[in-house]
Every structure is written in structure tokens, then in C-alpha cells.
């Protein structure tokens, strides 16, 4: 007994770190995404540059938090909750991967940006990283605490990106209808907002997968609880 | 022995189980793509329709393939490989789910480009469209066949949409700096190569999964003809 007790004490440990490193990660990919847009909206070529080469600290974390996951159901073979976990953590991890993918994508388009006229001053494209790297955070948060009602709090805020992508997307058309010179950089412009938004969707898949985890956990709760009764 | 005979065998009949749930699903993704887009080429109205309310039996197929993984998981804890293609079955669901809901942002598009005259005729849409079909299919049989030299294939292949994406956008932006009333029909067909890029990119995913759940099988056999000299 005192043996199991020691093997479930050391599998909670291996699973905090797990999720400690993918809070690592996530913390990676928010900041190249913070650095992306500011690169765009300064249009600042070094730190433009400084994401366009800067993802192997991300890559080299996507694939020891891969290792770390199979290890665990490998070896610990857990069940239920803690089986949902890891495969979640699997999941997790590549939608982080994903969005470090997008922040270099944000950069080539701020690359091609800086070299037209501006179009206008950028307000709603940080208003939109602002938001898409919160709900990064926050789903992020809602994992490692089982806080369902911040996961849904996540999902909410999806809305507000996609009317901010839909309001960028008219204004950007009306001065490429105005003025054929801001096509290319418009254009550019609306691919970023399309980044930002699907960075915003693979902050939703994490919370989606918290309330997975989560509710899958209590039904098995409660079918416990009857076999208890 | 027996025993364990019949479960290992029960075990392997619930994989191709699974193998065969996911080929289905893939079909299903594959067609939504191909009538999302015949949609978009002969700007057939009813057909676009069909695809943006019929998302359906790719939703349930979706939720049942999940719980037949957790299932396998939780139930008969598969080591190694089989363990590797199962949570790879858990992604591999995920990224079929996506290609159902880019068929839907097909449509989405092809709906407002019918709403326009026609920018010019459609023939590297449909070849992309062709070319990410084909990808799909072909990574789904190479995770059937467990066949890395197909998988590798699929890798290739992503480069012909990238340059037919990049072909497309350079030919839609010189129609929209000659004519403004092309901008907006000209700027669905941007999005709709990227929605084909994206399934192409998904794809790509499943391919590295093969080459991962393949790989990481023939390390550990490496090992073990070590361990056995």
C-alpha cells in the first residue's frame, strides 16, 4: 500500500510537471505572437526577423511534452480523468505548435506589410492579438485548474474576434475599392486578422477539451457514486 | 494463454474497427470538399447549400471515433505502436473534423461568389481542390497500411499547393488592381485557396503522424534486436 501510495504520488508529480511545461509552451507561443504584431504594427524589421527564425525553443518543447505524454500512458497507464489529461496534453500541444506556426505567418506578412505605404493605423489587429492571446492564456489556466466556467469563459470571446475579423475585413475592402495602391498591403492586413482568428480557434480546441476532460470526469463521478450508494 | 489469445485478437479487431471508422469519416471530409467546390465552380446554389447544413454525420462520426479511442485506451492499455496509433487516431479525428468545417468555409465563400460576376474561369481551384483530395486520401490509407514511403509522398505533394496558392493569389491581385469591381468576388477566391492550403496542411499532419507511429515502432525494434544479440 505504502509502495502504491508512492507510485500515485510520483505519477501526480510527473503529470504537474507535464503541465507545467505546457504552460511553458504556451507561454512561448503567446509571446511570439505579442512580438509578431508588434513587429507589424511598428514595423520593426529586427524584431519582425528576430520571429521569423526563433522557433526552435517552441519545436524543441513540442516534442519533449510529446515524449513526456506517451511515456506517461505508457508506463503509468492511467484511467479516466488522468487518461483524458494526457491525451488532451497531446492535443494541447500541437494547437500551441500551431499557433508558434501562425506568429511566424503573422511575420511574413508584417515583413511584406513594411515594405508598402502603411494603410492606416493599426488599432483593431492588436485589438484582436490582445484578445486571441488572452484566450491563449486563460484556456491555458482553465486546464491546468480544471476551471470549467474560465473554459467557457474562452469560448465566449471567440465572438468578439470574429466580429473584429468581420469589421477589419469591410473597412479594408472600402480603401482597397478607394485607392488600388492599398491592395497588396491590404491584403496582407486581412491575412493577419485571419491568423489572429484561428489563433483564437486553438485557444477554443483547449478549452473544448478542458470541458471534455472535465464533464467526462463527473459522469464518471456520479456512475461511482451509484455504484457506492 | 488462450485467453490472452482471444483479447489480443478481440484488441486487434477493434483497431481495424477504428481504422475503418476513420477511413469513412475521411471519405465523408473528402466529399464535402469535392462538392464545396463543384459548388463553387458551376456556382450551383442548391449544392453549396447542401454542404453548409450538412455537417451532420461528420459530427457524429467524430464524437464516436473519440470514445472508441478513450475506449481502447482506458480498457485494454496498448503499449508502443498500437498505443502511438491510437492517440494518433484521437489527432487524426481532429484534423478530418477541421477538413468537414473548411468544407463549410468553402461554401461560406462560394455562396458570396455566386453573388457576384464571375471573376474569370476556375481551373486552379479545382486542381488544388484535386490535389488536397488526394493528399487526404492518401496519408488516411498510408495510417491503414502503416506505409511511411505513401506518407512521404503526402509531404511532397504539399508543395504543389503552396505554388498553386501563391499562382492563384499573384493572378487574382493583378485583376484587382485592373478592375475594383473584381476585389470582392477576387478576394473569396484568395480565401478559398487558403481553406485548400489548410487541407492540405491537415493532410500533411496525418502523414507525420504515420512517420511518427511508424518511426518510434522501428526504434523500439531496433532496441529490442539489441537487447536480444
Known amino acids: 500500500m505504502e509502495q502504491a501510495q508512492k507510485v500515485t ?13 505546457l504552460l511553458e509552451m504556451g507561454g512561448l507561443a503567446e509571446e511570439r505572437v505579442r512580438l509578431s504584431v508588434k513587429g507589424l504594427v511598428e514595423r520593426d524589421h529586427e524584431l519582425i526577423d528576430s520571429v521569423l527564425v526563433g522557433d526552435q525553443p517552441i519545436n524543441r518543447l513540442h516534442i519533449e511534452i510529446d515524449n513526456r505524454c506517451f511515456t506517461l500512458l505508457a508506463l503509468r497507464q492511467p484511467m479516466a480523468a488522468d487518461l483524458r489529461t ?33 494603410v492606416k493605423k493599426l488599432l483593431d489587429i492588436p485589438r484582436m492579438a490582445g484578445i486571441a492571446q488572452s484566450m491563449l492564456r486563460d484556456a491555458l489556466d482553465a486546464f491546468v485548474r480544471r476551471d470549467i466556467a474560465l473554459a467557457q469563459q474562452v469560448l465566449n470571446e471567440d465572438d468578439k474576434l470574429d466580429s473584429l475579423k468581420t469589421q477589419i475585413f469591410r473597412e479594408l475592402l ?50 461511482a457514486d451509484i455504484g457506492q450508494s
Do not use: W
Open 9 to 21: 504520488r510520483h505519477f501526480q508529480e510527473e503529470l504537474e510537471q507535464l503541465k507545467a511545461r
Open 86 to 118: 494526457i491525451v488532451s496534453a497531446v492535443k494541447i500541444n500541437t494547437d500551441l505548435e500551431r499557433v508558434g506556426d501562425l506568429a511566424v505567418n503573422i511575420a511574413e506578412a508584417a515583413r511584406r506589410y513594411a515594405s508598402h505605404a502603411p
Open 174 to 223: 472600402t480603401y482597397m475599392l478607394q485607392d488600388p495602391a492599398t491592395i497588396e498591403p491590404a491584403l496582407d492586413l486581412i491575412l493577419v486578422s485571419r491568423h489572429l482568428e484561428r489563433i483564437g480557434d486553438h485557444a477554443t480546441n483547449v478549452a473544448e477539451d478542458v470541458i471534455f476532460i472535465v464533464s467526462a470526469r463527473d459522469v464518471r463521478h456520479h456512475s
